[in-house]
């Protein structure tokens, strides 16, 4: 006697599947959703045999080769957008496809910023795209998807901006994250899984294998300034296993912690910079934001009327990291490596040097990204005087 499918839920996705008539069904990240959509499934048995241009399944198909064949960053990366994108469109064949279920998908989250709209655009049509390198389709039907340009964002700090973002960083073991970051200019996904094991202390540098690193086409290298290797020899001590760099409650830092704890830096610059202006908010917009907050809590599991006093203070802290995070510029462990770059290229650091000291496999990376450099009139003036023989 057959099995009756059942679905089961797949962690390293973060959804529910379910196999009918030997083929996967993606059901979506949450368990209500997935049941109600496999009962639909089985409700129909004459739609179970899924038609193998299925366009979840060649998702399904797109993300078990990058999770083999890239990053674990990469493959999250893809993961979060095509999902959103299978929980849109669940039935949807390539036949039926079009450039414009793509758009309005995009369009349908108003608060996404170019960049962020650019990469869900990218997320889908590269899958299609692997998938006619691979064989599954003779062609993409979003080969004409127009795909914006992304935001450049002109991120470099100057010494003393720095300095003033030490000053505000009250957490040490972050602070020792963000001196070696702009000590090396090396990737975040560098720092945040660095061990003891990839520390070559005679030449003052991590080495990550080639199967370990950005593209996996040769080994990566990143050299230590003697601040930086003095952090990671003291890190090394503290943690002979696992990741060097770790929260104060001793675990990995994460992309998201990370970026939360920028946020709290943003919110810590910006507030000071209200403080010194002697800013007051305004009481209309702190009525106008508790109309829209909720008016309830959950403790302990028990339901409970928010007070109007709890609704003002949660209304005022709301408004005043709003008005904070427009006061201060929000710095990123990446902001930091292209500070590096940038301060490289300015103390007259050639191109190929930089590029090979940031691990970059083309070096026109460098022209493309740190354009920003063309309208520094000074550093240029002082290029310019070099190439006539002046003395640096």
Request: aromatic share 8%; charged share 30%; with cysteine.
């Amino acid at each position: 006697m057959a099995r009756r499918p059942k679905p089961w839920y797949r962690e390293a996705r973060g959804a529910w599947f379910v196999t009918l008539g030997g083929v996967q069904h993606n059901l979506g990240p949450e368990k209500k959703d997935a049941f109600d959509r496999f009962y639909e499934l089985m409700r129909q048995p004459h739609q179970v045999k899924v038609d193998s241009r299925s366009i979840v399944a060649l998702i399904d198909a797109f993300l078990d080769w990058v999770q083999k064949h890239r990053s674990p960053d990469t493959y999250e990366w893809y993961r979060y957008r095509l999902q959103r994108f299978v929980e849109k469109h669940p039935t949807l064949t390539v036949t039926e496809l079009k450039p414009f279920h793509v758009q309005k998908w995009v369009d349908s989250y108003p608060k996404l910023s170019v960049t962020s709209r650019r990469n869900y655009l990218r997320s889908i049509k590269r899958c299609l795209e692997w998938a006619v390198r691979q064989g599954y389709l003779d062609r993409s039907p979003l080969a004409g998807l127009e795909v914006p340009a992304g935001e450049h964002k002109e991120v470099a700090l100057t010494e003393l901006e720095f300095e003033k973002l030490l000053t505000n960083c009250v957490d040490p073991n972050l602070r020792d994250l963000i001196v070696v970051t702009w000590e090396t200019g090396c990737r975040p996904q560098e720092s945040l899984r660095v061990e003891s094991h990839h520390v070559d202390v005679v030449n003052q540098r991590w080495v990550f294998r080639t199967k370990e690193s950005k593209g996996k086409r040769a080994p990566r290298i990143v050299y230590l300034t003697d601040k930086a290797m003095e952090i990671t020899k003291r890190l090394m001590q503290e943690h002979p296993r696992g990741t060097l760099f770790r929260n104060s409650n001793g675990k990995a830092w994460t992309t998201e912690a990370v970026n939360c704890a920028f946020d709290r830096i943003q919110f810590r610059m910006g507030k000071q910079v209200l403080r010194e202006s002697e800013f007051v908010l305004d009481e209309s917009e702190v009525a106008a934001k508790i109309a829209t907050l909720c008016p309830t809590k959950t403790s302990r599991g028990v339901v409970l009327k928010k007070t109007p006093a709890e609704l003002r203070e949660e209304a005022r802290a709301k408004l005043l990291n709003k008005k904070a995070a427009e006061k201060a510029p929000r710095y990123s462990l990446y902001a930091l490596r292209h500070s590096w770059a940038t301060k490289a290229l300015k103390s007259g650091l050639d191109g190929l040097t930089v590029a090979i000291l940031m691990g970059h496999s083309d070096p026109s990376t460098l022209a493309r990204v740190y354009q920003h450099l063309s309208h520094d009139p000074q550093h240029l003036l002082k290029q310019a005087q070099r190439a006539n023989g002046a003395p640096q």
